[in-house]
């Protein structure tokens, strides 16, 4: 993986600017033809983002052409990845260091230490969260204090640069984060509650504190997903533009992943307008709305999603990979999207608030549909079935973390129109 550089960026959006010169020079002295930009989602640390680049980049020099100079970045920024997660074919030291038993109401000491470091102002609020999952009491009011102090952690002062960034197809905050809170924890207990014994009080108790820590995880997702966002628009999207100042001949190639998804996608949005440097954006398990895209919303005419039209950006297609495997996506994604006001049944909730690394593009004209496998088209936007080769992992995530395969490495290529060897 052979030349590597890397961007890391604040919560804000701020680059580390001698890495970014670093880039530029580089990039030009290496005669770089064609420059792949992974963006990492939720992880813990920087070692896993880049383990995460070593094993998806690893098939890439092999299969291109004699004339083909890659390149690549790694994109480092602050997200947190829950310790109880598994990440396929990563050692456990990697994936699920020292985390609690699955299923188990707490807050184990390497996700209070990610949490910590992601919110690095609240460790009273976190001292506290850690101290009520742990009591999993049944007296309400500390579920409902439970529920406050997951909002205030996640919650941004109103001059904050990364704000606005959080919704893709409307604007307000979660229904998770202002619903009920006993109501809420009841929400995300029953979706991953697969036991089916009878609800015993003990059970009932625990049960509902399982809810309570899904909150705590999709809550801190809800501010990963915010944060990508403006980092994409504030921070990658300049830094190509620059680079297509500079190194006008380089053709660059966006993949993200999870909200690296997001992040390379808003990169999109924050681009100078004439560049056309951008020759491919590949999605995988992209944790954000089917609606993104989308010129028209379906449950309203007169707005589309966040980023319609942006598509248009790239000189070449648009791919989004998914999974139905996927069950952060397709289980816990929309209930935790939906926002507050919204009357949506838990009928059609799916189909309103789905993610676009779940059941691909929605609602943008022109969208073509594919297996994994088949001819990938070079222009527009594509969806990519990716469910064969992107099906293992445990709970509650599924999938969502399964994309080092040569497959989807090779829908990169052919939609870079990356000369193979």
């Given at each position: 993986?052979?030349?590597?550089?890397?961007?890391?960026?604040?919560?804000?959006?701020?680059?580390d600017?001698?890495?970014?010169?670093?880039l530029?020079?580089?990039?030009?002295r290496?005669?770089?033809?064609?420059?792949?930009?992974?963006?990492?989602?939720?992880?813990?640390?920087?070692?896993d983002?880049?383990r995460?680049y070593?094993?998806?980049f690893a098939?890439c020099?092999?299969?291109?052409?004699?004339r083909?100079r890659?390149?690549?970045?790694?994109?480092l920024w602050?997200?947190?990845?829950f310790?109880d997660?598994?990440i396929?074919?990563?050692?456990?030291?990697?994936?699920?260091?020292?985390?609690?038993p699955?299923?188990?109401?707490v807050l184990?000491?390497?996700?209070?230490?990610a949490?910590a470091?992601a919110?690095?102002e609240?460790h009273a609020e976190?001292d506290?969260?850690?101290e009520?999952?742990?009591?999993?009491?049944?007296?309400?009011?500390r579920?409902?204090?439970?529920?406050?102090?997951?909002?205030?952690?996640?919650s941004l002062?109103?001059s904050?640069p990364?704000r606005?960034?959080g919704?893709?197809?409307g604007?307000?905050?979660?229904?998770?984060?202002?619903?009920?809170?006993?109501?809420?924890?009841e929400m995300?207990a029953?979706?991953l509650?697969?036991?089916?014994?009878?609800?015993?009080?003990?059970?009932?108790?625990?049960r509902?504190w399982?809810?309570?820590?899904?909150?705590l995880r999709?809550g801190?997702?809800?501010?990963?997903?915010?944060?990508?966002?403006?980092?994409?628009?504030?921070g990658?999207?300049?830094?190509?533009?620059?680079?297509?100042?500079d190194?006008?001949?380089?053709r660059?190639?966006?993949i993200?992943?999870?909200?690296?998804?997001?992040?390379v996608?808003y990169?999109?949005r924050?681009?100078?307008?004439?560049?056309?440097?951008?020759?491919?954006?590949t999605?995988?398990q992209?944790?954000?709305s089917?609606?993104?895209?989308a010129?028209?919303?379906?449950?309203?005419a007169?707005?589309?999603?966040?980023?319609?039209?942006?598509?248009?950006?790239?000189?070449?297609?648009l791919?989004?990979c998914y999974?139905?495997h996927?069950?952060?996506?397709?289980?816990?994604y929309?209930l935790?999207?939906?926002?507050?006001?919204d009357?949506?049944?838990?009928?059609?909730?799916?189909?309103?608030?789905?993610?676009?690394?779940?059941?691909?593009?929605?609602?943008?004209?022109?969208?073509q549909?594919?297996?994994l496998?088949?001819?990938v088209?070079t222009?527009g936007?594509?969806s990519v079935?990716?469910a064969a080769?992107?099906r293992?992992?445990?709970?509650p995530?599924g999938?969502h973390?399964?994309?080092?395969?040569q497959?989807?490495a090779r829908?990169?290529f052919t939609?870079g129109?990356?000369?193979?060897?």
């Amino acid at each position: 993986m052979e030349p590597y550089w890397e961007l890391t960026f604040d919560a804000d959006g701020d680059v580390d600017t001698a890495q970014r010169e670093e880039l530029l020079s580089g990039a030009e002295r290496e005669r770089v033809t064609d420059l792949l930009v992974f963006a990492h989602g939720w992880n813990n640390e920087q070692r896993d983002a880049r383990r995460l680049y070593e094993r998806f980049f690893a098939p890439c020099q092999a299969m291109s052409g004699a004339r083909v100079r890659l390149g690549y970045v790694g994109v480092l920024w602050p997200a947190i990845r829950f310790a109880d997660e598994p990440i396929p074919d990563f050692p456990p030291s990697a994936a699920t260091p020292a985390a609690a038993p699955p299923g188990e109401p707490v807050l184990d000491e390497v996700t209070r230490e990610a949490l910590a470091r992601a919110f690095p102002e609240h460790h009273a609020e976190l001292d506290r969260i850690a101290e009520l999952l742990a009591e999993h009491s049944d007296v309400p009011s500390r579920l409902y204090e439970f529920g406050r102090l997951v909002r205030d952690l996640v919650s941004l002062r109103e001059s904050h640069p990364a704000r606005h960034f959080g919704e893709d197809t409307g604007a307000g905050e979660p229904a998770m984060l202002t619903d009920d809170a006993i109501e809420v924890c009841e929400m995300f207990a029953a979706v991953l509650d697969t036991e089916g014994a009878p609800e015993l009080f003990g059970r009932l108790r625990k049960r509902l504190w399982n809810g309570a820590h899904e909150l705590l995880r999709q809550g801190t997702y809800y501010a990963m997903k915010r944060r990508a966002g403006a980092i994409g628009q504030l921070g990658l999207g300049p830094a190509i533009g620059l680079l297509a100042r500079d190194v006008p001949t380089v053709r660059v190639h966006l993949i993200g992943h999870s909200f690296g998804a997001r992040l390379v996608s808003y990169a999109l949005r924050g681009m100078p307008a004439d560049v056309r440097t951008v020759k491919s954006t590949t999605l995988l398990q992209g944790a954000f709305s089917h609606y993104a895209f989308a010129d028209r919303l379906p449950q309203d005419a007169t707005r589309g999603g966040a980023l319609h039209g942006i598509q248009r950006r790239i000189d070449g297609p648009l791919i989004s990979c998914y999974s139905r495997h996927d069950d952060a996506l397709g289980k816990l994604y929309p209930l935790a999207s939906k926002l507050a006001g919204d009357s949506t049944s838990f009928l059609n909730l799916w189909e309103r608030w789905g993610a676009i690394g779940y059941d691909g593009i929605q609602a943008v004209d022109g969208t073509q549909r594919i297996t994994l496998g088949h001819a990938v088209p070079t222009t527009g936007c594509v969806s990519v079935d990716a469910a064969a080769v992107v099906r293992r992992g445990g709970p509650p995530s599924g999938a969502h973390s399964d994309i080092c395969h040569q497959e989807l490495a090779r829908v990169v290529f052919t939609a870079g129109r990356i000369a193979s060897a």
